[in-house]
């Protein structure tokens, strides 16, 4: 009878070990899974990884593990899965810039917004690669080299009003720093949306900087493009958006590791209670 005892206790402990190692490795399988998406995320995107890795959840539920893509995000769906090509004017999601807050309405009764596409300080509105980006710096230079006020000519800048509350080139930032904006003068679509600013450190530094014309911050160049619902007007297409994949992958990873993640635990519990091999 007591040999039973001492059998039913041995079991008993045995049990009780192997429900903490999976338990224990329940825990560690789901930060681990969590962990391979984030690093899958940043070694194959960019600018999107941080809307990517912010719409996954991943959790564990009576040692199931699910894995969630916050369906409202339409971006890290499409980054997921990928997208065919679509017009900016009116992408997949229905939210596009003309219906967002800085959307305004033409003259002609049209809508339009002007939106940022590059920002780089020096003399380059990045990207700049290839052929492609030494012909725009050569006509930015061939712009620039011609006199600022020539009569009957456009000349090569045309200075713009400091204004406050302006997104992308506000006249004044927190902190009380200021912005000098100005556009280049040109009527050439590649390089007709560029605008150059420069940031002093507050109005003090403004005014001894112009009047002395020493010590001037480097130029930031930023690349403006106009969408507007004028039929007339030229559409933006975006050429689409190739799927990452990484839910699969990280299937097909995750079988392969949840063997080895619960053999090794399972074994760290019994050795703790003295019955590991």
Known sequence: MQELVQIAFFMQ????????????ASMEFR????????????????????N???AINVSMESYVLIVEMDKDNWLACATEEGVKGFDMNNPPN??????????????????YVRIPIGKEAGAK???????????????INAVMKRPQIVPGRMGNISQLHT???NKYLPGVLPGGQIVES???ATDDPEISGLYRSRIFANSQE????????RGMPKWLLTMFRTMSDNPLSKHWLHPGIVGVRIFPDTEQWANMALGPILEKNINEALQKMGLGR
Do not use: C
């Not at 681990?32 to 941080?50: G, W």
């Not at 939210?95 to 800085?102: E, V």
């Open 94 to 111: 229905g939210k596009g810039a003309l219906s967002g807050p800085n959307a305004k309405m033409g003259k002609n009764g049209y809508k």
């Open 31 to 50: 930060d681990l899974v969590e962990q391979h998406i984030e690093t899958q995320a940043k070694s194959k995107l960019h600018s999107t990884k941080e």
């Open 182 to 184: 100005q556009k280049l």
């Open 206 to 213: 403004f005014h001894a900087k112009q009047e002395s014309k």
């Open 163 to 165: 204004k406050m509350g």
């Open 52 to 54: 990517y890795i912010n």
């Open 125 to 139: 509105p990045g990207p700049m690669v290839g052929d492609r980006g030494k012909r725009i710096q050569e006509k």
């Open 13 to 24: 402990q045995y049990v009780t070990a192997v429900q903490s190692g999976i338990m224990r």
